[in-house]
């Protein structure tokens, strides 16, 4: 039974100790601080992200901060006071086997450093549901991208029922790589051509990319996967050179004619055979049947596989979209010492006229400062153009031949500030249907640092009569002039 004193006693014994003591010196008790949960009793079994909230009292002072803790017996090392001057928290709890018992414990400190001698508990029942991640951007027969080089970019989707997707961690490996996965938080990769290898050497074979999902609370999703066929670079030991056919990679009411690209991939087949590359150091990639890049990374990494790339597009009036999406790419290669020939008309931007390549990236690695424009209402255009009534001739003081054309032409470039001694074809002034007053380079080839070299030709070979013969016999030998500049006709 609890005892009370009359009140009169409590006074008298209140004012002696005063009077016997007096007020200086004295000791006044330090009240104890008080902690709640807003959660109180039985608690349903909730989501592994949950929000709290606490709230502390003090009768004799203030509360100056709290001391807060989750202990959960599959994350030991997490049970430790952390300080706070929060009353509430978003709690993430480590539920890697979809749901936990756990106990959290928040306590009130006061203005004298006194805790909360009995801590507000509330134990919670986590629950967790993992989070499912599929790839939709990947190689398949959909979109003629089923056979890469060893490069792939993929992307995923992901839905995680109950907690934050952005947190989502992403592990991806290709088939017997399990034990060193790649790691990333974004929703998009491109492998590195290294993963590719197999006992030190690219092979040709189907390899199967896997991906896993891993939550906020270390839940781990379903894994899903895409299987297609990896191209080795060469059937030999040396990839000396990518022979890359872009005649077709355009809608098929804007294909040149059949004629015409037959005379292309001729010219270029022939130039190879007459090379000094060995049947088994280069390989063909054909865009209208086949597209594995899907990011400027991914035309980067096929590129460092080979030596040399060699890319045209014949008579083509359209620019290359595969160009104007990941050119780019080029570059790194160049910078590394790459060594590449692209054949295209409309090849560059300019202010007002579509191209494959960027302003920018022209600038950079053909060391010019753009191309010349003509006026054009309402503006201007980089477009220049030859007609069959006219014949103009185009001279190489490098390759020491020249080119006569017999065609109507549309999509030539003009370089403008130019090395004079990286002209690779230049146009006579006026010989443009649009009156260029001054003679304009078509084609330029330019050493980059580390031994790279970047040959570009915005007239194309098989457009037009070359002088001392027929057509198909002197491209080959202008073609094999350029080859040589590329390190093509020797061993």
């Not at 379903?222 to 191209?231: A, S």
Request: negative net charge.
């Amino acid at each position: 039974m609890r005892r009370f004193l009359p009140i009169g006693i409590l006074l008298a014994g209140a004012i002696a100790v005063l009077v016997g003591c007096g007020l200086k010196g004295v000791v006044q008790p330090t009240s104890l601080p008080d902690t709640i949960l807003f959660v109180q009793g039985p608690v349903d079994t909730v989501n592994h992200v949950v929000h709290l909230f606490w709230f502390g009292s003090d009768a004799g002072g203030y509360i100056s901060g709290y001391e807060v803790r989750l202990l959960n017996p599959l994350a030991p090392a997490d049970s430790l006071w952390r300080f706070t001057t929060h009353t509430d928290t978003l709690l993430t709890v480590y539920t890697p086997t979809r749901g936990t018992s756990a106990v959290f414990e928040a306590r009130a400190i006061n203005d004298h450093g006194v805790r909360d001698p009995s801590p507000a508990i509330e134990q919670f029942e986590f629950r967790n549901r993992p989070p499912i991640v599929k790839f939709v951007g990947k190689p398949n027969p959909g979109d003629h991208s089923d056979t890469t080089f060893a490069s792939v970019t993929v992307d995923w989707s992901v839905l995680d029922p109950d907690g934050d997707p952005t947190r989502v961690v992403y592990m991806l490996w290709l088939d017997g790589q399990s034990a060193s996965p790649q790691i990333t938080q974004s929703t998009g990769m491109t492998l590195p051509s290294s993963l590719f290898l197999q006992g030190g050497s690219y092979r040709s074979g189907f390899r199967t990319l896997y991906i896993e999902g891993v939550d906020d609370g270390g839940l781990a999703g379903p894994i899903d996967n895409v299987t297609w066929y990896v191209r080795a670079p060469v059937t030999g030991t040396r990839a000396r050179l990518l022979l890359i056919e872009d005649v077709d990679d355009v809608p098929v009411a804007n294909k040149q004619p059949a004629p015409a690209r037959f005379r292309c991939d001729t010219l270029y087949a022939n130039a190879v055979a007459r090379s000094a590359v060995a049947p088994d150091q280069w390989s063909m990639l054909r865009l209208d049947t086949s597209h594995p890049f899907r990011s400027a990374k991914d035309l980067e990494q096929t590129f460092e596989q080979f030596e040399t790339v060699v890319w045209y597009r014949g008579e083509q009036s359209l620019f290359s979209n595969t160009l104007a999406n990941y050119g780019d790419g080029i570059g790194p290669y160049l910078d590394n010492g790459g060594r590449v020939y692209i054949e295209s008309l409309n090849l560059t931007t300019a202010q007002s006229t579509a191209g494959g390549l960027s302003a920018d990236f022209t600038n950079k690695y053909l060391r010019c400062s753009g191309v010349s424009q003509y006026p054009q209402p309402p503006d201007s255009s980089a477009a220049w153009g030859l007609t069959s009534s006219v014949p103009a001739v185009l001279h190489s003081a490098q390759l020491d031949d020249s080119l006569l054309n017999l065609r109507n032409v549309i999509g030539l470039r003009g370089f403008r500030n130019y090395n004079s001694s990286q002209i690779l074809f230049l146009l006579s002034a006026g010989a443009a249907s649009q009156g260029n007053t001054i003679d304009m380079p078509v084609g330029l080839d330019v050493p980059q640092l580390r031994g790279g070299r970047f040959i570009v030709q915005t007239y194309p070979l098989v457009s037009g009569t070359i002088s001392q013969g027929t057509f198909s016999q002197r491209a080959t030998f202008v073609l094999m002039k350029i080859f040589a500049r590329l390190g093509l006709t020797t061993p």
